[in-house]
């Protein structure tokens, strides 16, 4: 009686429907229960070829899809709840959905984030992965883009590039200096880490966040522009890794392909002077590296980036764009 | 400094993102503010080319992305909430998202279900358009597909079939008697009509529910299997319109094709006995024509349809698979 979309739902995904809301796949809603919460809602896709490669392994496409979106209910400051799974397939192929819901698996589990349900349906073009996430954050306190207020420190998380150099590798446009870096910095085009370790730090002590997953410097401009302030940063204060650093030492990478380059999903914080302490020091405690950059300002002009001699760095492409 | 992508997102969708929790799309994420009720959420994509055709209206195929999402939920007796929009496009194309939007905007509106967020993406392949819907319930009322019991009385909504014949007609298979009976069925594939004002009747009387969309005759046996029971069903009992009654009596169109065609978005409900007159005086009141077409009864075996003479009759294939 039951159709092949049916055992598609049955043999990969229930197994995965652990959170009671879920109602184990078998009705075409979930449920969320009522806790007093607001509930922060995010949603990204990812398309074959544009946003990851035909041969990207199945259960770093998994985690990537999840955790793109796991990292901007961390830049809102939100806890995981669960998230629905829309694929777009061309076919049912074993070889693909097994390693993938095994990874998909891992990473709800790992992160908090249950699958709660979905839709599948049948393509004939690229395979397409689309995640909805709920989070949760006490009632109003879902963190803004729109809020940086002059005066307020700028904070990236953890290092950046070095996923825009992962594919300039895969795509042949750059070569790593040995095999660890290009392993890394593959590693971190293709496998977001989200800071959800930094969710509940940057809830309680930043007041305007947002992912970069553009590019930082466009990203940046985004959110001044969104709080209708400027700012000045440093661009030598942008954390960079050993691997990314040793591309730029040998000419192979420029400063702009660091900024902006996209598929960072670390975090973009803006923090009053009088938090960030108190900031840093949560930071410390989540083990999250963090580095301050610069300073938001008044005005609307677009955000100065200064070299370390003080020269204005020109950034041509600040990021990435579909169309 | 704003990308193609935003200017896109400032064109087209701000305006449609009325809702404070939208936060006038300049966040990566949306807000639902704690009300007390659980959440209901769906998720359902159309394909171009698989759910809808590449000639199909812009504002039908717009209607079609939101109303079957919007389905889903009066089947679980939810009150819309808002909805995130995935867009998977190849181009920006103004003369398709302009009518698109309108339309969408107008629907969104009507079912009083705004526009939170969503994600746009480029492909190269067939547009693809992703709704995640939300509903409210309050604390642990929302409708269940899997609680039919022996002694239910089976219910349905509107007309059935008429989507499927609509299909027919658009790809050549079938003719229909007069122009008006081939718009009227060609409008029911392109355009559902969500049961909205049956949604708090459903939440008050119904046991069990879902929305047809696989196709009456498959969907029912989902309900049955998911609920450990069995039902017997009169064929002729099953409302048809005037023009599918046209083309079967003309032979122009078989039994099976109604009882099993997708695209439905009807309502099918399993009624306590003893709730059974409440629902149809809630339903008359709501304006919207239900009819009891079986009942369900104890054991495992698939559901039983017979014809006005008691006879069998024997469907070969219940429902639309992707895969």
Redo the contacts between chains.
């Keep these: 009686?039951?159709?092949?979309?049916?055992?598609?739902i049955a043999r990969y995904f229930k197994p995965l429907a652990t959170d009671p809301g879920a109602?184990g796949l078998?009705?075409?809603?979930?449920?969320?229960?009522?806790?007093?919460?607001?509930?922060?809602?995010?949603?990204?896709?990812?398309?074959e070829?544009?946003?990851y490669l035909s041969d990207d392994p199945p259960a770093a496409i998994a985690r990537k899809a999840l955790r793109v979106n796991l990292s901007?209910?961390a830049?809102?400051g939100?806890t995981p709840a669960g998230f629905?799974l829309?694929l777009?397939?061309r076919?049912?192929d074993e070889s693909f959905l097994a390693p993938f819901v095994e990874a998909l698996g891992r990473d709800a589990a790992a992160y908090g984030c249950p699958l709660?349900?979905?839709?599948?349906?049948?393509?004939?073009?690229?395979m397409?992965i689309?995640v909805?996430a709920?989070?949760r954050?006490p009632?109003g306190a879902?963190v803004?883009?729109?809020a940086l207020q002059p005066g307020d420190r700028i904070v990236v998380s953890g290092t950046i590039g070095d996923a825009a150099l992962g594919l300039d590798l895969l795509q042949g446009r750059a070569t790593a200096a040995n095999e660890h870096d290009h392993a890394f910095l593959i590693n971190r085009y293709r496998e977001p880490q989200p800071r959800s370790a930094l969710a509940q730090a940057v809830r309680d002590h930043a007041r305007a966040a947002?992912?970069i997953?553009?590019g930082l410097a466009?990203d940046l401009?985004?959110m001044c522009?969104?709080s209708g302030v400027t700012a000045t940063l440093q661009a030598d204060a942008v954390p960079v890794s050993s691997a990314a650093r040793t591309l730029i030492s040998s000419g192979a990478a420029a400063l702009q392909r660091i900024l902006s380059g996209g598929d960072d999903y670390e975090l973009l914080c803006g923090i009053a002077a009088e938090q960030l302490e108190s900031f840093l020091a949560a930071a410390q405690r989540s083990a999250v590296p963090v580095a301050v950059i610069g300073t938001a300002a008044e005005g609307t002009a677009?955000p100065r980036w200064l070299s370390a001699s003080g020269c204005e760095v020109s950034l041509t492409a600040?990021?990435?764009?579909?169309?």
Excluded: C, Q, W
Aim: no cysteine; net charge negative; glycine share 10%.
């Design positions: 009686m039951s159709s092949g979309e049916d055992d598609l109602r078998v009705d075409d809603a979930a449920v969320l229960a009522a806790s007093g919460s607001d509930l922060v809602l995010t949603t990204d896709a990812i398309v070829g544009v946003h901007d209910l830049a809102k939100a629905l829309t777009a397939l076919n049912a709660l349900g979905g839709d599948t349906v049948s393509t004939p073009g690229p397409m689309s909805t709920f989070g954050v009632p879902m803004r883009r729109d947002m992912d997953s553009d466009g401009a985004k522009a969104a677009a600040l990021s990435y764009s579909h169309f």
